[in-house]
């Protein structure tokens, strides 16, 4: 991989900008962390409903679902309220899938009960990579709502079975990017978000060539960034964790 | 005035919450503050766009509205997104027109030339007052962007007229109480908010009985609090804006 | 208070327009009225349900909900149809909030028991003040559903504790001036809408600065007249329920 | 035709109810009508604006179109406010169609100019027959409207062509009825809206068999039965607006 | 009537454009029906669901309704697709609503049982006449369902009474038309829907005058034709009935 | 790959299934396409209009874009309309998107020039596999509409750059699978879609564990299968591309 390409940033090609995870960072919420990759900030909150959704009715599963927003100036100009405008656009709806199979890939939904964790991902400040930050953020936040659970003796086992965290990856100029800020994914020629857990699957891997079509060996090299960024994902996941709380 | 009463805070009744006013809290936006009272948390972001609504068209002024939203997870108990459900609650709108009227009332819309200023109010954690909170942020960010204007030399003298700022008051057991938190707003028979400017004026008295209506003697004790209260807000707005930034 | 002023109408500043309150308007509501204030006209109707919203059920307590509308051409340029535009306007919303709100205020909803009383407010003409005349209609209204409730033995005592009515006023030229038209709402600097209940208990009060500021003294004239309009009204609404029908 | 049949209203077979028509009801539409068919009452206004929709740009014609809505308790049970639901009901959009073409019969939309004719219809009360009552009223409305364009002389020629009123019919017991009442219309096997020219000629005829299929006799006897209703309609029509007003 | 008009198509005033029922059309519905009258071709399918809707809950009776929609590109030009504007038209609102009477004319619901059967009439190719087209095939897709209901036991006697179908007709230049296409439905002073049984009943005639009015007789002339060809639709539905399938 | 497994549809683990591309299906569209997967039919159609949206305007260039949609009866139980329920889901948007990128990934838009093509996707019937059926089909019907623009002399150039395909492929009992029907699909652990173009470079590759998540030997296994197949995939596009039409 090419040492000569220069970022905007300073940042080297396989290197993430400075990432950041605050748990407890809003009162009510089972679960609520403030995810940082950079200037991109979210807040992921995961709430417990003790309740499911109707097609899950007398299953004796539970289920785990993800809303994402942004609020109406995180971005550069100002862009409608959704909530203003009525309905979610096709991108938010894109997101939020997303955003919620990836947490669903880590989780036995049995062992969860017939409950719901809702995960809302508020993007309040956008610099490119919104939705991965979402993902490797509200994973912390669910996993502190389990430990409620378990805490409260709701659940006697986490139906958590492995870490999951997301990053992005792009080809600039021929050069593969980790983890792309917003002025980057706007030159990029192909974007990926990939998903992967701490053990190494992939759970999900986006790629769209934005300009010209990428080859099979732009996709492994984008892969094999990925998956190095994504384990230094999981590694600050896992030590933000374990910081103890009154 | 009963100085006997116990807040469950330990507030005085004539006591504020700690207020804090945060500017610069996101990058993008024109004037971005975060407001605090207490737990109550509104990230207000002021955004400038050179274009005025339809009705304003070639009347050689300008505009400023006024946005309010709240993260699902705001509360304590998980609301509906709005953006999800496709519709604002009536309680939205009521107090987004709230937070425009009482912002036009300081800004000589003349003299802000054919441009509008959106505001986005939006409560990322509540424990009551969101909209006093919204208004007194919301003056800042709206000064941020006013002064901005002023430096790029668009605006040669400042729209703004006075400052302005809001605060609730309510009767519990039959003590006026200033800056109610969620679960004093909860008990209060009676709840008030009021917007005043600078030098004094009244721009919106909304006093609501929530159980016993209220009398004449309640309503003047309710708007002596109120008043001194929003004096002191407005020390702080001054002392926040006085801050020079790089 | 001058006595000086001329309202283009030749009303004195301190006088109501003509009120007519005319019950049974319709025939298939149990509470039907038309209310009159000067060229103001609007039609209130009380609907019995015998079931109670989701948020109330198993509560043994009762509702009462209130939903406001006006005829497009109700006024000098015909406006859109909600229906067809496919939503309420903010206005539309926290009018109709206010109504309901006002007459919760005399209602003892458990004594209404598990059922629903739904008001429809609705502006056949207009020409201001038309938020106020419907809550001093639908008042007389629900008092004749109450009343066939109470003749059909579903109710044994009525759930209404106290009249309430309302009055808008406001300040031209610095005159308080009582119950506006729309030319004057139009002028007027401040414009304050009151509920008051028969005994003379504040229900709501809400004063808006349209133009300056205004002051305390202000603001307790107009609540004066206020005051003395809301008795007129509540005379009014009295001897319309005093006369009988077959 | 069977004269033996008895209504429960106690009018012959072909008798219309007693029918009213109320001109300048309201005081700011161009036209303004109440209509009554016996207990169907529908405020019926015309309003102009110097507007043409988008399809019609620039091609010198006018348009003529037309809004229908029922006040919540305009029946027996309070139906959903269309604008609290957010839509109009499939009902009320197939009947504000049928007034629009009615009207358009008896319009030369180029001898209008590039004007539209907004006509609402507004059921204040239902008892059966609210589309036809709305045609019959709208015609008269319609006519003030246009009589006020060449009063201003905004228009040198009507562009109104002839007369157009509509009437319903029905089979009950094998006798046919003219203008059915509510519980009429929900006893008969076959209901037929019948809209008719001055001059006799058909605008439309919307038959439907509730129950049984009906023959080419019964259809004409019930063909019949509109002709004389209509031509008594417009009788009635005329004579309304040959009353001079201030 | 007049044999010298020369129809662009060829055909003769009484002459029905090639008609096609293709029954098995798709795999998973219950009945699937093509139906194409010359280049308007409707996919019709009929699907049974074991409930009810809410209004008829309880009461034994089955229920029949219909869906209408048409590809954005059915047409000459495109027009916006329904799904992505929100909502359905008013026309196609007319339509399903038409096509639901149309079928529930030859429905005995309560021999249906508790179920229902959800029609779907989606053009693929227009070219006039959708409706009528699609309540011909409709008829056939739902006469499929029952078959399968009653082959599978869960119906012991057809709860189908009569055969029903519908046509189109004109009247251009003076002279009846049956079965109008686009360009001559286009043309047409007036314009007709008739909806007969088998057995020669008149289940609905919907006559519309788009230029002139029309006249009683022209009516006859109407009805006449409509019938005509109405018999011949209904010899094409039993002999597509007739064939066997494995 | 392992040549034991057995597919339920009697298919190798590498066999597409049968393909059909029939051209002009619709007679009104500029390219009108049905694409059958097996039992998985789209009607694909393109249109082209002379306009651009807004955020394109005066930019000299033109717009592709795409829409997708089900028949309510295309899959085995009926789903709701779209166009009733009042909005399209989450999975169609992100259908349609999906579609709209891979089709202007082959498209040169300064070519197209100052108009837009949109693309139509509708399902007639499903069974599995129907978001790559349609890229496929409507790539036929965007050329079909380009050689129109051409033929008419509107363009001088084709602004399509190369052919593009798509296939499903997925992992079931450990054997990656090409092109997988419904029961497949909702039977593998893993799902990919793949957007290739004519020379081999990816556009969009998509891959999501369902259950397990995948490995990198198991992708690229995947990508092998479905390179080949696209390939297939684009020789039938030229194929059906060299039928000459009068």
């Given at each position: ?43 992921c ?15 004796g ?25 009525g ?104 974007d ?40 230094d ?14």
């Open positions: 991989m090419s040492s000569s390409v220069s970022r905007h940033s300073g940042r080297r090609p396989d290197q993430l900008r400075a990432v950041r995870i605050t748990r407890q960072y809003t009162k009510h919420a089972e679960g609520s962390v403030l995810v940082e990759f950079g200037d991109t900030k979210v807040i909150t995961a709430s417990v409903s003790e309740q499911v959704p109707g097609f899950l009715r007398d299953r599963q539970g289920w785990l679902t993800a809303e994402y927003g942004m609020l109406p100036r995180a971005t550069h100009t100002r862009s409608d309220r959704e909530a203003a405008r309905k979610q656009t096709g991108r938010t709806q894109e997101i939020q899938r997303l955003i919620g199979r990836a947490l669903r890939a880590v989780f036995d939904l049995e062992k969860l009960g017939a409950r719901t964790i809702h995960l809302d991902c508020d993007v309040i400040q956008a610099d490119g990579g919104t939705r991965t930050a979402s993902i490797t953020g509200a994973f912390v936040a669910a996993h502190d709502a389990v430990s409620k659970l378990l805490s409260a003796g709701k659940l006697v086992e986490s139906p958590i079975t492995d870490f999951v965290a997301a990053i992005s990856v792009g080809i600039h100029d021929g050069v593969p990017l980790l983890d792309l800020d917003y002025v980057e994914d706007s030159q990029c020629d192909t990926m978000n990939v998903v992967m857990t701490g053990s190494g699957g992939l759970v999900e891997v986006q790629g769209t060539a934005e300009g010209a079509p990428f080859s099979r060996g732009e996709m492994n090299a984008l892969l094999d960034l990925a998956q190095a960024g994504i384990y994902l999981i590694a600050m996941q896992r030590k933000a964790l374990e910081q103890l709380y009154a």
